[in-house]
C-alpha cells in the first residue's frame, strides 16, 4: 500500500446545474494552503422484509466525506463555501452567518497527493458535487508557547445527479497517477471530469 506523505494544492469551484440537468463549473479558487488531508467512503443499505424473510437487499448512495486541515481560511472563501450574506459597509465587506444551510453551493474539490516528493505529486483528484458540512478553527492566546493554530474543512460528496456520457455514470471524483510533471497544472486549470479529460491531455 502507498503511504502518502504530503498534500497540496487545495483548490474548488463552484457547480452550477442548468435546466436540462448539465453541470457547469466556475474558474478554479484556492481553498487554503493543505496540512493534511483524510478521505472515508461510506455506503448506505436497506434491507427490505416481506413474510417475515428477508427478500432483498437495497443500496443507497454513496458518499465520500473529507476533512482537510488548513491553514487560515480567507473569510471571503469561507463565506462563499458556506453561503453566508455578505454585509457591504462603505467599501468594506463583512459576512454573516446563516442559520442554515440552504444556501451552501454545490463545488467541485480538487487536491495533489505526494508520495515523499515536494515538487511531483503521485495524484491529483477532482471530486464533484460537494457540500461543506463544517468549517472549525481554533485559537490560542497570543504567548511563547503559541503553536501554529488552523483550521479543518469537512466537505462530503454525493453522486453527481447527472451520469457522465464517458463512463455511464455518476461518479464520485476522478484520481489522474502523474508520470508527467506538467500535467499538474493542466490537472488544476480547470476542473477535470471523465468526459473532459481526453480533450485537456491531449491537447
Known amino acids: 500500500m502507498k503511504q502518502y506523505r504530503g498534500c497540496s494544492r487545495l483548490v474548488y469551484a463552484i457547480e452550477t446545474e442548468g435546466e436540462n440537468g448539465a453541470v457547469t463549473f466556475g474558474d478554479v479558487k484556492e481553498l ?4 493534511a488531508v483524510s478521505r472515508e467512503i461510506s455506503s448506505d443499505s436497506e434491507d427490505v422484509w416481506a413474510d417475515n424473510t428477508l427478500q432483498q437487499k437495497t443500496y443507497g448512495g454513496t458518499s465520500i466525506t473529507r476533512s482537510f486541515d488548513t491553514t487560515r481560511i480567507a473569510p471571503e472563501v469561507v463565506a462563499e463555501l458556506l453561503g453566508d450574506t455578505i454585509v457591504t459597509i462603505g467599501t468594506k465587506k ?3 452567518t ?3 444551510g440552504s444556501k451552501r453551493p454545490f463545488i467541485a ?3 495533489a497527493l505526494h508520495d515523499g516528493d515536494a515538487d511531483k505529486p503521485c495524484e491529483v483528484v477532482w471530486a464533484y458535487h460537494c457540500t461543506v458540512d463544517s468549517i472549525t ?3 490560542n492566546t497570543i504567548d ?3 503553536g501554529s493554530e488552523g483550521q479543518t474543512i469537512t466537505i462530503t460528496n454525493n453522486a453527481p445527479k447527472k451520469a457522465f456520457t464517458k463512463t455511464g455514470e455518476k461518479n464520485l471524483d476522478f484520481t489522474l497517477p502523474i508520470t508527467d510533471v506538467a500535467d499538474v497544472d493542466k490537472f488544476f486549470a480547470k476542473v477535470v471530469t471523465p468526459d473532459n479529460a481526453s480533450t485537456i491531455f491531449t491537447a
Open 137 to 139: 478553527k481554533a485559537s
Open 144 to 146: 511563547t508557547g503559541t
Open 94 to 96: 463583512a459576512f454573516a
Open 32 to 35: 487554503a494552503p493543505v496540512k
Open 109 to 111: 474539490i480538487g487536491y
Open 98 to 100: 446563516r442559520p442554515d
